[in-house]
């Protein structure tokens, strides 16, 4: 969990495996928020780590708004880094849920949210199968989301964000747990996801399950 939520560890692992995130930066002060948003340039999408359901996170188009967001929305200090990204415009975002039993991976379903990146996966609306990703990118995103689910030593469920711009696909964020979307993966794929993985995180392997194919 902390490999996922630690900003500048998440960072590293990426950059081991040779995966994308939007062009970025971790701030420890608000000085060093000022440089990184510079450097990035705006809009930028600015988080804190270890929060959930997109708590504390904004899109900041300005000095005034990032100088407000230091004040109010967050507490930026090196306990508690921030992460400054570039803001993809007119991306197209992806959640894939899977499952791992720290050796196999099984990808349970790709969904490709409805509005462009930019709108919280928690507000928004999401298609399952994707309705215009080319096969080639889904087979992609599943060997990605395989990467990292083995470096991370996932055991049970993981989701992914994803955003794809172009031809790049970049990583926006891992949840190494059941998130928001398992309930709607498992019903339209048929499969008792989350109860496959808590068998799991007790130690059962996932060959003993028949899972559909995402």
Do not use: W
Not at 35 to 64: C, T
């Amino acid at each position: 969990i902390d490999l996922a939520e630690d900003r500048e560890r998440f960072q590293k692992l990426l950059q081991d495996l040779n995966l994308k995130q939007p062009h970025n930066g971790i701030a420890h002060s608000a000085e060093e928020a000022f440089e990184i948003a510079h450097e990035v340039g705006y809009p930028v999408v600015i988080r804190p780590s270890y929060v959930l359901g997109g708590r504390a996170m904004e899109i900041v188009r300005s000095d005034d708004q990032l100088d407000r967001y230091i004040r109010e929305a967050v507490v930026v200090s090196g306990d508690s880094p921030v992460l400054i990204d570039g803001y993809l415009s007119g991306a197209v975002e992806v959640d894939v849920d899977a499952l791992c039993d720290g050796t196999d991976v099984h990808v349970a379903g790709v969904m490709e949210h409805i509005e462009e990146a930019g709108v919280h996966s928690g507000d928004s609306a999401c298609c399952l199968p994707p309705h215009s990703l080319d096969a080639s990118v889904i087979d992609e995103l599943k060997r990605q989301t395989r990467e990292m689910a083995l470096a991370l030593g996932v055991v049970g469920l993981m989701n992914v964000q994803f955003a794809i711009k172009g031809d790049d696909i970049f990583v926006l964020e891992v949840n190494p747990r059941a998130s928001r979307t398992a309930p709607f993966v498992a019903k339209a794929v048929g499969a008792p996801i989350a109860a496959i993985a808590s068998r799991v995180m007790a130690g059962e392997k996932l060959a003993t399950f028949t899972l559909p194919s995402a």
